[in-house]
């Protein structure tokens, strides 16, 4: 690890606030601070492989947790309503719920629509002369997997349609990216769609991008290419925003929290932290604007990293967030 002058007096600085000496308390202030120092911080050494140039240790499948809202560039959002062993519900901006696995390549496995509903299973596909995969997760280089999609769907009048799909899938390395919600070291995966398993006879339909963060246990970058056959698309990641009554049932508590971060987009330079704490609980709250810039509404935003360390445990939630007509600042959604 290489640090410059500047940084290294930081770091000396950080060091010293965590020595066993000092109370308990500054051990969570620590653990906030050097998440959110740490980035500026590093610089990676070494042979890098040459498609993980960040080497990134291998991901696990996401960790999710209820309540965490994901806010996207096209204005839409959606939350985790529930965690199950193997499965995640979800809720988004229209209150339509879909429940999937913690594998965002497999599309959700129920979902529904203002006039539609439906239901998919997903079956790895087998071939004889190659080896069947089965799932990309832990993510590292090369990583593969080819699955048939069976799907049904009714529409308001009860009328169901089937279909089938094929799909194939593989972790491409590693790129560091940056999106609205600001700048992130993620594993790319590639997906490519056909209309059925008979791929070398059939057109590519689609394929679909995602950039997935493990820092956030989530993508922050997501582009379909339909190869022609419609508009393509692009989804960044804006912001995602922490469910406060998960870390602590204190009003009082939720009230300053959300004045701190308030009062901090308001008055704080750019990597300016401010910290937030109640020991008692053993939360911590770290919030550090980034940078600002002007919507092109004309509004003004900030770009903004917020980390949250409760029992020790740090979460990053990053995002922007623009000052409305009242004078608040609040995440750009629809």
């Known amino acids: 690890m290489k640090m410059d002058t500047s940084s290294a007096l930081m770091k000396i600085s950080i060091d010293q606030l965590c020595l066993p000496r000092r109370p308990q308390r500054l051990l969570l202030m620590c653990i906030v601070l050097l998440v959110v120092s740490i980035p500026a911080l590093c610089t990676r050494t070494g042979q890098a492989a040459e498609n993980n140039p960040l080497e990134l240790p291998p991901a696990p499948l996401p960790n999710y947790q209820v309540g965490t809202k994901f806010v996207y560039s096209d204005g839409t959002w959606e939350t985790v309503k529930e965690v199950g062993v193997k499965q995640i519900t979800w809720v988004n901006h229209r209150k339509q719920v879909s429940v999937g696995t913690p594998d965002f390549t ?7 629509t203002s006039t539609r509903y ?18 990309l997760w832990p993510l590292e280089v090369g990583n593969r997997s080819r699955y048939e999609e069976f799907g049904r769907w009714y529409n308001q009048d009860g009328i169901e349609q089937r279909y089938d799909l094929y799909w194939s899938c ?50 922050v970058l997501e582009s379909r290419d339909y190869n022609g056959y419609k508009p393509n698309q692009r989804k960044e990641l804006v912001a995602v925003m922490p469910d406060m009554g998960t870390f602590t049932t204190n009003e009082a508590d939720r009230t300053s929290i959300q004045q701190t971060f308030q009062n901090t987009l308001e008055e704080n330079q750019d990597q300016d932290t401010a910290i937030w704490e109640n020991f008692n609980q053993q939360l911590v709250i770290g919030i550090t604007p980034l940078k600002s810039f002007t919507h092109p509404s004309g509004n003004r935003c900030r770009q903004y990293h917020q980390v949250i360390a ?23 959604r629809r």
């Not at 497999?106 to 529904?112: D, G, H, S, V």
């Not at 439906?118 to 799932?135: H, N, V, Y």
């Not at 590693?174 to 490519?192: L, Q």
Request: net charge positive.
């Open 310 to 332: 409760k029992d020790g445990v740090p979460f990053e939630f990053p995002g922007i967030a623009c000052k409305d007509p009242g004078g608040r600042w609040v995440v750009p």
């Open 170 to 219: 593989e972790v491409k390395g590693t790129e560091k990216i940056s999106v609205a919600a600001g700048d992130f070291d993620t594993w790319k995966i590639t997906c490519r769609r056909y209309p059925d398993k008979f791929r070398t006879a059939s057109r590519t339909r689609e394929y679909r991008t995602w950039y997935y963060a493990p820092s956030i246990n989530h993508w």
């Open 118 to 135: 439906g239901f998919r299973r997903f079956t790895q596909a087998i071939f004889l002369q190659e080896k069947t995969t089965s799932t």
């Open 106 to 112: 497999y599309k959700r496995a129920r979902w529904e």
